[in-house]
């Protein structure tokens, strides 16, 4: 996350308290456009308050720009180039996908009428059919087809497939892939379904105890961590070049190297590049999950 010339959010010592608790803890990063990027944390690491620090929904201390505006005077403004999601399996069971569209032309003024119908036109749904009408499906196709159609410079998805099965989480991440981003555009996810989104994520910022203890591209992350299969005659002169995280798996010694080199850890066994939940499993140990 490099350069602020095309930073589409900065922050600079963000920080935000509930009484005496910091939530957020003197914060510093930079997202650029053209960016997927993970905000991946425990519950009460701060990640939610960062996302409403950056939607403007908090009082915050500290600088943050989002889109060149601040959060906290330029809301109104700013919403016009964000779009904001949570849970994309819940809508009002009463609602119509008419209303829907209606609903989102209201309030979004980058909203594209034509292009949600047009969507829509390639599913299963109809104008009148009610959400308690729909398939699980059904539902993501209708959130999908607001989504697309909003022109915005910025998506923030906040744990969006909470309410899916596999089936469809994946299907929502493929679709916004290939129908909606682009490099002009910005998405920013939380999520506790790492392994759904490590394949679409550009760059990964891990929060905790309202800090952030990693920050860096997916690229970064291939050069910086080595996971080495520890062969048993190896284990302890491995162990001697400190690991962020040892596991056992079928018997063997599985070490996690953050900086090593790797021609070193190549005489101790098969080297391979860390998952994100196993990355993030290390950054955070000791800490209850």
């Known amino acids: 996350m490099t350069t602020a ?69 330029e809301r109104e403004l700013l919403m016009n180039d964000v ?33 949600a119908e ?57 679709n916004l892939l290939e129908d909606y981003f682009d490099d002009d555009k910005t998405i920013v996810i939380t999520t506790h379904q790492i392994e759904e989104v490590e394949h679409i994520l550009t760059d990964l910022m891990f929060i905790e105890d309202g800090r952030i203890v990693l920050a860096a591209s997916m690229d970064q992350v291939g050069e910086r961590f080595t996971e080495v299969m520890v062969e048993p005659q190896y284990v302890a002169a491995a162990t001697a070049l400190n690991p962020l995280s040892r596991r056992t798996v079928f018997g063997k010694a599985i070490m996690l190297f953050d900086g090593a080199d790797r021609t070193q850890l190549a005489t101790f066994g098969e080297l391979r590049t860390p998952s994100v939940a196993d990355l993030f499993v290390a950054t955070m140990k000791g800490q209850p999950q």
């Not at 969006?160 to 469809?168: N, V």
Request: net charge positive.
């Open 5 to 73: 010339h095309n930073a589409v959010i900065t922050a600079t010592g963000l920080t935000k308290q509930y009484g005496r608790q910091a939530a957020l803890n003197g914060v510093n990063f930079t997202i650029n456009s053209g960016r997927i990027v993970g905000l991946i944390g425990p519950n009460g690491s701060g990640k939610t308050t960062t996302l409403k620090a950056i939607l403007g929904l908090t009082p915050f201390e500290g600088n943050l720009s989002v889109l060149g505006r601040d959060p906290r005077t």
């Open 83 to 115: 779009c904001f999601i949570a849970d994309v399996a819940i809508l009002p069971k009463w609602l119509k996908v008419k209303d829907a569209i209606d609903f989102v032309a209201g309030v979004h003024p980058r909203f594209d009428r034509a292009r």
């Open 118 to 174: 047009h969507y829509i036109a390639q599913t299963k749904l109809t104008p009148d059919m009610k959400v308690k009408a729909m398939s699980k499906g059904m539902v993501v196709q209708l959130h999908l087809a607001l989504v697309m159609a909003i022109d915005a410079r910025l998506l923030v998805l906040d744990e969006p497939t909470l309410g899916l099965d596999i089936l469809y989480r994946k299907q929502f991440y493929q």
